[in-house]
């Protein structure tokens, strides 16, 4: 092999792996992060009735059905995880962007209709979705469709920046050390970073059965409270900790911290959320593949 053949392939691989670097620093934000919803997703599937069980895996037979096939939904895990997926093939998926979140100001008074236009926002969608998952008049992979959409948006609301805000798009805008690590964000370290070490460091396991006294104080409400309470999340702690100040007195800076004690203090916090979202979605698939009709409280 001549030398003039080695260089040009050592340039290709160098063009190959810059340009996959790229691509990964590129991609946007997502809610949770993949094993923030995958975890959502074994504590329901820990929770359901056995019938809610069997039915689900019988709609992920479907899963060839959905066109997907860079998307897979091999199990509820994967379903969790696919409306993020999906959003890569922007011209076919593009239009369900706003269907993850519906922030709103923080140092406004909470208004669960505003900023969802169209029912083009979380609250609605997950009312929406557990309707289309519950009408077994439709075709199967439509379900199943809904299903995914349903058990992920019910993770992107429990995460507080999904629903409040302070003018830089649910903290995605605010430049945040966490602990010694600088150059992240906001919004990342509560999806990623925080929600991880949360699930990872909890005792016991997150991913669980939980007594009918647990999921009786941790399962109810509907979307709409599940967003006021991660507004007021955002609102007395995410941002307080992130600032050490009265966030609504004045104009923020770019720049933020998360001391190892703010850390030590939003570990509970975000294991509670993760918690509320597995076991909310276990209800809420409950309700969806129980006999007879569903009934839905509108929000408010």
């Known amino acids: ?81 696919w409306p993020d997926c999906v959003r890569r093939d922007y011209w076919r998926w593009g239009y ?21 236009s169209g029912g083009n926002c979380v609250l609605a969608q997950i009312e929406r979705n557990q309707r289309i998952l519950a009408d077994e008049t439709l075709p199967a992979n439509v379900r199943l469709e809904a299903m995914a959409f349903l058990v992920h948006f019910i993770g992107d609301v429990h995460m507080p920046l999904h629903s409040g805000d302070k003018d830089d798009k649910g903290g995605n805008d605010r430049v945040t050390s966490y602990g010694d690590v600088p150059g992240l964000n906001l919004h990342g370290i509560w999806d990623s970073t925080l929600a991880e070490r949360a699930i990872t460091s909890a005792q016991p396991p997150l991913v669980r059965s939980y007594s009918a006294a647990e999921r009786a104080e941790l399962a109810g409400g509907d979307p709409a409270e599940w967003g006021r309470e991660s507004w007021q999340l955002a609102r007395d702690f995410v941002y307080p900790g992130a600032f050490e100040k009265d966030v609504c007195d004045g104009v923020l800076p770019k720049e933020a911290a998360l001391t190892q004690a703010d850390i030590e203090a939003a570990i509970p916090v975000s294991q509670k959320r993760v918690v509320q979202a597995g076991l909310r979605m276990a209800r809420m698939l409950d309700e969806a593949f129980q006999p007879g009709p569903l009934k839905v409280t509108e929000s408010r």
């Open 1 to 81: 092999m001549g030398l003039g053949t080695i260089r040009s392939r050592a340039a290709r691989l160098i063009a190959a792996i810059a340009l996959a670097l790229t691509a990964l620093v590129s991609q946007p934000v997502l809610a949770w992060g993949s094993y923030g919803h995958r975890t959502t997703a074994e504590i329901a599937l820990a929770n359901v009735q056995p019938s809610t069980r069997a039915a689900i895996a019988r709609l992920i037979a479907y899963d060839a059905q959905l066109g997907t096939p860079e998307c897979r939904i091999r199990n509820l895990e994967d379903a969790a995880v």
């Open 96 to 116: 369900t962007a706003a269907w993850h979140y519906r922030t709103a100001p923080i140092c406004e008074a909470y208004n669960a209709r505003s900023n969802c």
